[in-house]
């Protein structure tokens, strides 16, 4: 018996990390014929002790996040995935992503990009990636590496490959 995932989540962020997790899901949503669920969570800590100084942050974080997941979701799209869907949520990445947006829109796989935080900033704020195998219900996919497979078709892993 096989195992297949039919609602995937990836979490992105900017980060190039987070670039080879959205790479990688592709190939396994179309292997899978899954649904991909694109998420960026605008962490409003990170921001409210500034936001009274400059009001538009909210908005150009917002605008930000749109523009990513709308040029990922295009891109995903074109290699093949049928069903995307983008979210732009609000509050601390750590429990959005395991908890609630999992569970809401029954996430049979996380994939998130491992940190790139120092081990000084993960002890004090400790990393997204860590906290989100620790809690997910589903499983959870970290992606260390850029994808290395050279047989690929753009960038993408083949039913050959392994993701």
């Keep these: 018996m096989a195992l297949v995932y039919k609602q995937i989540l990836v979490a992105v962020d900017g980060s190039k990390e987070a670039e080879w997790a959205f790479r990688k899901s592709v190939g396994i949503a179309v292997r899978n014929n899954a649904t991909l669920n694109l998420v960026n969570v605008i962490d409003t800590r990170s921001f409210s002790a500034i936001e009274p100084y400059d009001p538009s942050l909210a908005d150009r974080a917002q605008k930000f996040a749109e523009e990513m997941l709308n040029n990922y979701k295009e891109e995903a799209m074109s290699a093949g995935v049928k069903n995307v869907n983008v979210l732009v949520e609000y509050g601390s990445p750590k429990s959005m992503i395991s908890w609630d947006i999992s569970r809401r829109i029954h996430a049979d ?5 491992a940190t790139g935080m120092n081990a000084v900033e993960r002890f004090l704020i400790g990393s997204i ?25 753009s960038g993408y892993y083949t039913s050959e490959g392994s993701g």
Excluded: M, Y
């Design 109 to 113: 796989l996380i994939i998130c990009g």
């Design 129 to 153: 990636s860590e906290h989100i195998v620790r809690s997910a219900k589903c499983d959870v996919l970290v992606v260390r590496t850029e994808q290395a497979q050279d047989d690929a078709p």
